[in-house]
């Protein structure tokens, strides 16, 4: 199932540690540097065991970020080191954003998370029965455009939302509302769409307007309408054993608000710092954002509005 997770075998690595209080660290916020050279040993091992050719990666410590350092090559003919304020694809994670897009229309009262589809594309198959909120936590029952781990040969050409919404949300849903959990990049494609309509402009000027400024991420960039420039990583692929080789690119379009944010691991550090200060949201729409939405017959998703729900470490 994909889930934009990003054909690039050059990642952002992005760790977000909640770390013990250091007494050799230089200051509040500061990683000593025998903490630094742990955490490269870690990122230049999962490199060597994985394969992939660089990493980025930006560490979170007293709300601040602490470490910023990326590894490996960024290209690899001719091999170009990795530097830290390069874009990486970061895939799925852009649905978070999609998400905080529709709870901040909610705020504005523009639209509500229990509104109907229908109120906003009326075309869809079973519209009026299906929420914005079944749509956020996969629980809606449109079809996936996109299960496949690969770029399919008709992905290469241009498409539009709604291309894709007349190709697989006038479909029959899957399953009844609310009654299954099935991961669909069709759901955030409609989502996006509602975005759109609701504030009358496009989906990134909204975040750009409400969420990248606020938050001083400078270097975001939306590679459904262009692939990173020169001065970003390649994305890299393989075959079974094979060797790393160029990822295609998908055409335009494809992406839009299920996977078309790329971002320096600095940036994505900065959207995490604001989740967890809950400073750009209200808290009703970061309770609604990371609580585990249900099925109707009462099961747990262990998925929220864009994001997975689970426990780690205690959290």
Do not use: C
Request: no cysteine; proline share 7%.
């Amino acid at each position: 199932m994909r889930r934009f997770a990003t054909l690039s075998l050059s990642l952002i690595f992005l760790a977000l540690l909640v770390l013990d209080p250091e007494p050799q660290a230089n200051a509040q916020g500061q990683l000593s540097p025998e903490m630094q050279q742990k955490i490269d040993k870690v990122a230049t091992d999962a490199l060597a065991k994985s394969g992939v050719p660089s990493a980025s990666i930006a560490v979170v410590k007293d709300g601040q970020i602490a470490y910023l350092h990326a590894y490996g090559n960024a290209k690899l003919d001719p091999a170009t080191a990795a530097k830290p304020e390069m874009r990486y694809s970061i895939g799925s994670i852009s649905k978070q954003f999609t998400a905080a897009a529709i709870l901040l229309l909610q705020e504005q009262g523009k639209l509500s998370l229990d509104d109907r589809v229908g109120k906003f594309l009326p075309e869809l198959a079973q519209a009026n029965d299906v929420s914005i909120r079944q749509l956020l936590s996969h629980t809606s029952g449109y079809q996936d455009y996109w299960p496949q781990d690969y770029v399919m040969p008709m992905m290469l050409q241009p498409t539009t939302a709604q291309k894709i919404l007349d190709a697989w949300a006038r479909k029959p849903l899957d399953f009844e509302p609310g009654t299954k959990w099935q991961y669909s990049n069709t759901n955030y494609v409609i989502a996006g769409l509602i975005v759109e309509k609701t504030s009358g402009m496009p989906l990134l000027q909204f975040l750009q307007e409400k969420v990248f400024t606020p938050l001083d991420m400078k270097s975001v960039s939306d590679i459904d309408k262009a692939k990173l420039g020169d001065t970003d990583p390649t994305g890299y692929m393989r075959y079974a054993l094979g060797p790393p080789r160029p990822a295609p690119k998908e055409g335009k379009g494809w992406l839009f608000a299920a996977g078309e944010l790329a971002m320096p691991a600095e940036d994505l550090a900065k959207w995490d710092i604001s989740i967890i200060d809950q400073k750009l949201m209200k808290p009703s729409s970061y309770q609604a954002f990371e609580t585990e939405v249900l099925l109707k017959n009462g099961l747990g998703t262990r998925y929220g509005l864009g994001v997975d729900v689970s426990s780690e470490f205690g959290h």
